[in-house]
């Protein structure tokens, strides 16, 4: 039993770095993929408590990047679960909005020699990024790779058979900065966007330039996105745009582990 006068009242005092009073934006972009879970309750909390600790805002985006998996409704239903919370974003806004912005870029990173367009089999990309292997389209043409791009973005058989990668690293012991893919062909409308584009940008892509974009100071980010942090500052530099602050936190599978299992060491 707790003495009276010993008990101390919750506080969380948690801070964001280099946060300015009435500077603070935030986002939470979930993939219009399926229902609000508690994992995105906790990201959807945490945005919201440091964009009002802060007194800035906080963005609601919906990153629909791939029109196999996302429906008008799962975006409904996520709105309406987040107000249940207790949570209203002072804006909304979708990837796709920045579709037309997204395509320069990636057409600028092919023109600098940052990208370049691959049919490598997808088993035999993923062996070679696992072996730290060149693909063999790595030296390929700036010419070559924009009307593969090209090809992509029609949607025609042949822009099926490719990708565009990011020309990042061979072998970088952090795998995640070994030329990842940023752009790839899905011959399928998009519920917004239609058929203008049939190549759509990759979550690792569209994030960070996005956030830049859309005046993000802090991105909040479970810590299994770690090893990916220094691929979306690596986006951030090679297009020249503003960099915002990333904050790690624990993602909430660990969390619950820590619940299952109270007496184990959860590192």
Known sequence: MISQGTAKKADISLDLPGAYDGQVITRFPPEPSGYLHIG??????????FADKYHGKMLLRFDDT???KEKSEFEESITEDLALLGIKADAISHTSDWFDELHK????????????????????????RMKGIASGRRESSVEDSLKRFDEM??????GTRWCLRAKMSVDDPNKAMRDTVIYRCVKEAHHRTGTKYFSYPTYDFACPVVDSLEGVTHALRTNE?????????????????RAPHIWDFSCVSRLMARIDRPSESIG
Request: proline fraction near 5%; hydrophobic fraction near 35%.
């Open 225 to 241: 996105y770690r090893d990916r942090n220094p691929q979306y500052f690596w986006f951030i530099d090679a297009l020249n745009l």
């Open 66 to 68: 791939n029109p196999l």
């Open 105 to 128: 870029l990636a057409i600028q990173l092919i023109k600098s020699g940052h990208a370049y367009c691959d049919d490598t089999p997808q088993m035999q990309m993923r062996d070679e």
């Open 40 to 49: 995105h309750s906790k990201a959807a909390l945490l945005n919201r408590f």
């Open 153 to 158: 973005t029609l949607g025609t058989d042949e």
